[in-house]
C-alpha cells in the first residue's frame, strides 16, 4: 500500500472518530510534509524519519517540529494497528528541544489597555472587537466564541449567561455569567435575530459563521489600536487565567472556567508562573461599567 492510500484510510478514520474537519485537514498537511504519497508505507525507514527531523528541527520552533512529530507517530502507530506495517519508523525518533510555556500574554496594565479599546471598537460596531473583549473577559476558546448561536445567549433574572454546549473536551461545556458592559454589547448583538443564527455569522465562508483566522485579525487589530504587545486568541485565554489566579480565585475554579479537566493543564500551560503566590483576595477588573 501507498503511503498516499493510507494516508486516504487515515483520513477516514478520524472523520469516523468525530474528529474536527480543521484538525484533519491540518494533520494531513503536516503529515505530507515528512511524507512521499508514492512511496510504499512498508518501505519508510527509521533512518529516513531521523533524518527528516532533523531537517525540519533545523528551521522550526521547538512547539512545531516536536508537534508534527507526535503527529507522524500518531499516523504511524495506527497503521501497525491496522496491520499495515509491522513497526513503526518514527518509534526511536526522540524530539528535541524544548517547548515554549503558553503563549504570549498581556501583562495587567496592558490588559486593561486592550479591554478598554476593544470596548470602545465594539461600541462602534465592530464585532471582531466584541469577540476579541470576550475572549480576555471570558477566557473563551477560540472555537467557543466562533461557534455560538444566539439561542446560547441566556438573558435571565440572574443577568446574562453564555452557554457553551461543546468543546475540546467534556469539561468545556459550561455556562458563565457575562459581566457589564460585555453583556449589554451581546444582547445588543443578538437583537431580534433567529435562537438558530451563529452569534458571529459570516455569508462568506462555508460553515455560516466566522473562522479562526477572522479572530486572529480582530486581536491583532485591537493590540495595535491599544499600544500594547501583539498576543492571539489563546494568549488572552492565558491573560485571562494568570490574572484570575492572581486575584486570588483558587486553581480548580479557574481551571473550570476554562473548560479543562485537570488544574495541572491550567498552571503548567495557561497561568505566568508566581500567579500563585502573588494571589489575593480581590476581584479582577478590566473593564469598568
Same mark, same amino acid.
Given at each position: 500500500?501507498?503511503?498516499?492510500?493510507?494516508?486516504?484510510?487515515?483520513?477516514?478514520?478520524?472523520?469516523?472518530?468525530?474528529?474536527?474537519?480543521?484538525?484533519?485537514?491540518?494533520?494531513?498537511?503536516?503529515?505530507?510534509?515528512?511524507?512521499?504519497?508514492?512511496?510504499?508505507?512498508?518501505?519508510?525507514?527509521?533512518?529516513?524519519?531521523?533524518?527528516?527531523?532533523?531537517?525540519?528541527?533545523?528551521?522550526?520552533?521547538?512547539?512545531?517540529?516536536?508537534?508534527?512529530?507526535?503527529?507522524?507517530?500518531?499516523?504511524?502507530?495506527?497503521?501497525?494497528?491496522?496491520?499495515?506495517?509491522?513497526?513503526?519508523?518514527?518509534?526511536?525518533?526522540?524530539?528535541?528541544?524544548?517547548?515554549?510555556?503558553?503563549?504570549?500574554?498581556?501583562?495587567?496594565?496592558?490588559?486593561?489597555?486592550?479591554?478598554?479599546?476593544?470596548?470602545?471598537? =465594539?461600541?462602534?460596531?465592530?464585532?471582531?472587537?466584541?469577540?476579541? &473583549? /470576550?475572549? #480576555?473577559? *471570558? $477566557? @473563551?476558546?477560540?472555537?467557543?466564541?466562533?461557534?455560538?448561536?444566539?439561542?446560547?445567549?441566556?438573558?435571565?433574572?440572574?443577568?446574562?449567561?453564555?452557554?457553551?454546549?461543546?468543546?475540546?473536551?467534556? =469539561?468545556?461545556?459550561?455556562?458563565?455569567?457575562?459581566?457589564?458592559? &460585555? /453583556?449589554? #454589547?451581546? *444582547? $445588543? @448583538?443578538?437583537?431580534?435575530?433567529?435562537?438558530?443564527?451563529?452569534?458571529?455569522?459570516?455569508?462568506?465562508?462555508?460553515?455560516?459563521?466566522?473562522?479562526?483566522?477572522?479572530?486572529?485579525?480582530?486581536?491583532?487589530?485591537?493590540?495595535?489600536?491599544?499600544?500594547?504587545?501583539?498576543?492571539?486568541?489563546?494568549? *488572552?485565554?492565558?491573560?485571562?487565567?494568570?490574572?484570575?489566579?492572581?486575584?486570588?480565585?483558587?486553581?480548580?475554579?479557574?481551571?473550570?472556567?476554562?473548560?479543562?479537566?485537570?488544574?495541572?493543564?491550567?498552571?503548567?500551560?495557561?497561568?505566568?508562573?508566581?500567579?500563585?503566590?502573588?494571589?489575593?483576595?480581590?476581584?479582577?477588573?478590566?473593564?469598568?461599567?
Amino acid at each position: 500500500m501507498t503511503v498516499g492510500r493510507a494516508l486516504e484510510r487515515y483520513e477516514e478514520h478520524q472523520r469516523r472518530k468525530g474528529n474536527k474537519a480543521g484538525s484533519i485537514a491540518h494533520n494531513l498537511w503536516r503529515l505530507r510534509k515528512w511524507l512521499d504519497e508514492d512511496q510504499a508505507i512498508a518501505d519508510v525507514t527509521e533512518g529516513q524519519m531521523k533524518k527528516t527531523y532533523q531537517e525540519r528541527a533545523s528551521h522550526l520552533a521547538a512547539d512545531s517540529h516536536r508537534g508534527e512529530l507526535a503527529v507522524v507517530k500518531t499516523f504511524f502507530n495506527w497503521a501497525v494497528a491496522q496491520e499495515l506495517i509491522t513497526r513503526s519508523p518514527a518509534e526511536k525518533v526522540e524530539p528535541v528541544g524544548r517547548r515554549r510555556r503558553g503563549k504570549a500574554q498581556l501583562r495587567k496594565g496592558e490588559a486593561k489597555a486592550f479591554a478598554a479599546k476593544a470596548l470602545l471598537m =465594539a461600541q462602534g460596531g465592530d464585532d471582531g472587537a466584541l469577540a476579541a &473583549l /470576550a475572549a #480576555l473577559i *471570558l $477566557g @473563551l476558546r477560540s472555537s467557543e466564541l466562533r461557534l455560538r448561536q444566539v439561542r446560547d445567549v441566556d438573558e435571565s433574572d440572574e443577568g446574562v449567561l453564555l452557554w457553551v454546549d461543546a468543546g475540546k473536551t467534556e =469539561a468545556a461545556r459550561r455556562f458563565m455569567e457575562v459581566p457589564e458592559p &460585555l /453583556a449589554g #454589547l451581546f *444582547l $445588543g @448583538l443578538v437583537g431580534t435575530r433567529a435562537k438558530e443564527d451563529w452569534l458571529f455569522p459570516s455569508a462568506a465562508a462555508g460553515t455560516g459563521h466566522r473562522e479562526a483566522t477572522w479572530l486572529r485579525k480582530a486581536v491583532r487589530r485591537v493590540c495595535k489600536a491599544a499600544g500594547v504587545p501583539r498576543v492571539c486568541p489563546h494568549g *488572552l485565554r492565558g491573560t485571562w487565567a494568570t490574572l484570575t489566579t492572581d486575584a486570588g480565585v483558587a486553581a480548580h475554579v479557574v481551571a473550570r472556567e476554562l473548560g479543562h479537566t485537570n488544574p495541572s493543564v491550567t498552571k503548567e500551560h495557561y497561568t505566568e508562573r508566581g500567579a500563585d503566590d502573588r494571589a489575593r483576595t480581590r476581584k479582577l477588573h478590566l473593564v469598568a461599567g
